[in-house]
């Protein structure tokens, strides 16, 4: 009682709130972890986290996650009897465009399991688009993907070139402005601005002999919150979405291969010539509370398309459901203590293969993450990428034996925040 009357402690929300382990982040790009490490040592919930970090990188990096976007998330509350699956892909609208599904997914997270408040969780990000941050790794990596700035259209050419025209590379200054102020839009008013506010009737607006049509399926947009799906093998359950996602898929392949047979690649969906642009990433709190998320632009970069209205990158769907197809969050916990075992998340050609491989090798021994990670990328597609966490012993009862990986395909970080042990100790790199 008395320490929780010291003067001196930060209140809730500031950082430094919680002394010593908070919690586990994991992402692909480094910004995106620190925006999670501040929120868990603030004392904020891993679904608090999971949305500072996909508002950070909708900035951080925009080829793989943003407003225009989607994605899905599982989030998994310890006391619960079963994990939820919060599905967010974008609806197509009438007279072309999609309705965004990012601020309602998000939004319906946050309200779900969040403690700090929205406004507060968002404004970091928008601080970074507006006064600008260092070009990561990451998302110079995919820049440079791009090929010809020149081929470019002139809105992309604006923001992500330097003065002599080739595109910006690591450790460039990029400031982004449209993105700021959707950011502003959305801190302020709330993810119905999205829906039924100024943003929404600009893009409705897009269409204009479809307007109205167009108004109606923006209101009606709902992110989907489910039971997920759980498959028991031994004293773990994991869970995976439902279905347009490859969790029905998913779950069949760790049935039988936590059992002990290997896991069987089947034949990447969605592959073919158009590039991916989807991420993930995994939070779990000191609580035990766990947050496993894929966010996907369709195409990287949207398919170069920018949004004429809010200058931001729009949606580019592979087609035919392919981006939910190469879409994966798992968790997996003990169903008798309720620990948590293993949380990974990842997309791309082999990206349900990939992090099925990577879990099962957790649920059979393989307790060192970094160990796993490296076998699952030497197995996978170049291009896809895994991220996640072990708990041998299970979390938050033995964080100890916990082990982050960073996929060597990529350029993200994993942290166990307040703590250094183990394989979790990392270098930030921007």
């Known amino acids: 009682m008395l320490s929780a009357c010291d003067p001196h402690k930060p209140a809730q929300g500031v950082s430094g709130y919680i002394a010593g382990f908070a919690g586990f982040v994991s992402a692909e790009e480094p910004r995106a972890v620190l925006a999670g490490q501040e929120v868990l040592g603030a004392g904020g919930t891993a679904a608090d986290a999971a949305v500072a970090m996909a508002s950070t990188l909708t900035v951080t990096l925009p080829s793989r996650a943003g407003w225009m976007g989607g994605g ?9 009897k079963a994990v939820q699956a919060f599905s967010f892909l974008p609806q197509p609208l009438p007279g072309g465009g999609f309705a965004p599904g990012m601020p309602r997914g998000l939004y319906a997270l946050h309200a779900a399991s969040g403690v700090l408040r ?61 993105i700021a102020g959707a950011l502003t839009s959305l801190r302020i008013k709330g993810a119905g601005e999205a829906y039924s506010g100024q943003m929404a009737r600009m893009i409705a607006g897009e269409a204009p002999e479809r307007e109205e049509a167009r108004r109606a399926v923006l209101r009606d947009y709902r992110a989907a ?5 759980s498959v028991d093998v031994g004293n773990e359950t994991a869970y995976f979405p439902p279905a347009p996602f490859a969790g029905p898929q998913a779950a069949k392949i760790w049935a039988a291969a936590a059992d002990g047979k290997s896991v069987q690649r089947p034949g990447a969906a969605g592959t073919g010539a158009l590039p991916y642009g989807a991420t993930g990433f995994v939070v779990a709190d000191r609580g035990g509370m766990t947050v496993s998320c894929v966010l996907s632009m369709g195409q990287m970069f949207g398919g170069g398309r920018v949004d004429s209205v809010l200058g931001v990158f729009a949606y580019a769907p592979l087609g035919s459901d392919r981006d939910a197809g190469t879409m994966l969050p798992v968790i997996v916990s003990n169903r008798h203590v309720k620990d948590l075992r293993l949380a990974a998340a990842g997309a791309g050609a082999s990206g349900v293969a990939d992090v099925l491989d990577f879990a099962v090798r957790g649920h059979l021994g393989e307790t060192n993450a970094q160990a796993a990670v490296a076998a699952v990328a030497a197995a996978g597609d170049p291009a896809s990428r895994v991220t996640g966490v072990i708990c041998p012993d299970g979390a938050p009862s033995k964080v100890d034996n916990c082990t982050l990986p960073v996929d060597p395909r990529g350029a993200g970080v994993s942290r166990a925040v307040g703590m250094e042990f183990g394989n979790s100790k990392s270098k930030l790199v921007f």
Do not use: H, N
């Open 118 to 178: 929205w406004e507060q969780i968002l404004a970091s990000a928008e601080q970074l688009a507006r006064f600008g941050a260092p070009v990561s790794r990451a998302l110079a990596k995919d820049l440079a993907a791009l090929g010809s700035p020149m081929a470019l259209p002139a809105e992309i050419r604006s923001v992500y070139t330097r003065a002599d025209g080739s595109l910006l590379r690591e450790g460039d200054s990029l400031v982004q402005l449209r």
């Open 72 to 80: 899905v998330c599982l989030s998994r509350i310890p006391k619960d």
């Open 225 to 229: 919150r489910t039971d997920a799906l």
